[in-house]
């Protein structure tokens, strides 16, 4: 793994203003991959661009999509890898120094997560990567696992063995309703996230039931 303390010391040595957060919405190619399973995280970013009306810009050497937005007086980048899934870090590990982000506490991670029923959406710090390529990736190009998680529930596949090929499908019609719910309750956890912080925002999202 690479290791945490340089990639970090390098992002607090960057020269001008520095984002206070960014939060990164995970997913494959939409030209190919939007709307499945495994691109809720990159959809609920956009989303979120989208309510706080501001652009989205290509950023070929940070191999991602990138909006910027202010909400009260924090700055905040949002961005989309234009990479697979499988490689998310590479995005991340630019986006981190191109940013300013001198902490793995001030990085926000949007993913699809299986363990989680449709309709649930969870916020935690750290933690571990239970198979998912997109934070296996971050992790290792990172060092570290510290930075901060917004899960959205799509749900197991009936047949374990079919994980990924679930992932990669569009949501049934009757669970479409419910992974929007969790998409909003995380575009409203990742407001108080921003303003005032993990514990606010915990205390919000994850006290939500289905």
Not at 41 to 53: F, P
Not at 159 to 179: C, H, Y
Request: proline share 5%; with cysteine.
């Amino acid at each position: 793994m690479t290791d945490p303390v340089s990639v970090f010391r390098r992002a607090a040595a960057r020269r001008g203003t520095s984002a206070d957060w960014l939060v990164v919405g995970l997913g494959n190619p939409a030209e190919r991959y939007g709307g499945t399973r495994h691109n809720v995280g990159a959809q609920t970013v956009e989303r979120w661009a989208a309510a706080l009306d501001c652009e989205w810009s290509v950023q070929r050497r940070e191999h991602a999509r990138v909006a910027r937005a202010a909400v009260g007086e924090r700055r905040i980048a949002l961005a989309c890898p234009t990479t697979y899934m499988n490689e998310s870090g590479r995005a991340v590990g630019v986006l981190v120094k191109r940013h300013g982000i001198a902490e793995p506490s001030r990085l926000v991670v949007v993913h699809d997560e299986l363990d989680l029923a449709p309709g649930q959406a969870r916020i935690k710090a750290g933690g571990g990567i239970a198979g998912h390529n997109g934070l296996a990736s971050i992790a290792g190009q990172l060092g570290t696992r510290d930075f901060l998680r917004v899960r959205i529930g799509i749900g197991k596949p009936p047949q374990p063995e079919a994980g990924k090929k679930w992932v990669l499908q569009q949501p049934s019609r009757t669970e479409s309703p419910s992974i929007d719910q969790a998409m909003q309750a995380a575009m409203a956890g990742l407001e108080v996230l921003v303003s005032n912080g993990i514990e606010a925002a915990m205390n919000v999202t994850n006290a939500r039931r289905r």
